[in-house]
C-alpha cells in the first residue's frame, strides 16, 4: 500500500513512473488516488507537473486527473480556498501556464475557461503587460477558433 504524506510526493512519483516508463494500470491508480487526496496542497506547477506527465502515459487515469485539475483550480480562481501558503493560490503568472497545458491537452473545462475570462476581465489592472500578452496569444491561437 502507498501512502503519500506530502504534496511534493506525488509530483515526484509522477515523474518516476513516466522516467521509468512503468505500464502498470495498479501503479496508475495509486498516482490517482495520492493526486485527489493531495491536490489541496499541491502547487499549480505541481499539478501541472503530473498532469503532463501523466498525459504522456497515455493512461486512462489521465483523463480523471485533468477532470480534478479543472475543479481545483475553478475552486481556485473562485476564492473558494483556503490555503496556508501563498504559492497555493492561482496567480496572474499561472494562468498562462494552466491555459497552456489544458489546451494543448484538449483537456479545458467550459466552466474554467468562462472563470479564467471572468477572472481576467475582474483582475486586469493587477496584470503586468507581459501576462496580458501571454493570455491574449493562448486566447488568440487556442482558445478563439475565430483565429
Given at each position: 500500500?502507498?501512502?503519500?504524506?506530502?504534496?511534493e510526493?506525488?509530483?515526484e512519483?509522477?515523474?518516476?513512473?513516466?522516467?521509468?516508463?512503468v505500464d502498470?494500470?495498479e501503479?496508475f491508480?495509486?498516482?490517482?488516488?495520492?493526486?485527489?487526496?493531495?491536490?489541496?496542497e499541491t502547487?499549480?506547477?505541481?499539478?501541472l507537473?503530473?498532469?503532463?506527465?501523466?498525459?504522456?502515459?497515455?493512461?486512462?487515469s489521465?483523463s480523471?486527473?485533468?477532470?480534478?485539475?479543472?475543479?481545483?483550480?475553478?475552486?481556485?480562481?473562485?476564492?473558494?480556498?483556503?490555503?496556508l501558503?501563498y504559492d497555493?493560490?492561482?496567480?496572474?503568472e499561472d494562468?498562462?501556464?494552466?491555459?497552456?497545458?489544458l489546451?494543448?491537452?484538449?483537456?479545458?473545462?467550459?466552466d474554467?475557461?468562462?472563470q479564467?475570462?471572468?477572472?481576467?476581465?475582474?483582475n486586469?489592472?493587477?496584470?503586468?503587460?507581459?501576462?496580458m500578452?501571454?493570455?491574449a496569444?493562448i486566447?488568440?491561437t487556442?482558445?478563439?477558433?475565430?483565429y
Amino acid at each position: 500500500m502507498l501512502k503519500v504524506e506530502r504534496a511534493e510526493n506525488v509530483v515526484e512519483f509522477s515523474k518516476f513512473v513516466v522516467f521509468f516508463g512503468v505500464d502498470d494500470a495498479e501503479v496508475f491508480d495509486l498516482l490517482l488516488d495520492a493526486y485527489a487526496r493531495k491536490i489541496r496542497e499541491t502547487t499549480v506547477d505541481g499539478i501541472l507537473t503530473v498532469l503532463v506527465n501523466l498525459a504522456h502515459t497515455l493512461s486512462p487515469s489521465a483523463s480523471q486527473a485533468f477532470k480534478l485539475a479543472n475543479q481545483e483550480f475553478g475552486q481556485r480562481l473562485r476564492f473558494e480556498y483556503q490555503a496556508l501558503h501563498y504559492d497555493l493560490y492561482v496567480n496572474a503568472e499561472d494562468l498562462p501556464k494552466i491555459l497552456t497545458v489544458l489546451l494543448d491537452h484538449h483537456q479545458l473545462d467550459g466552466d474554467l475557461k468562462q472563470q479564467v475570462i471572468d477572472s481576467i476581465g475582474e483582475n486586469r489592472s493587477q496584470y503586468t503587460f507581459e501576462i496580458m500578452a501571454d493570455l491574449a496569444v493562448i486566447y488568440a491561437t487556442k482558445m478563439d477558433p475565430k483565429y
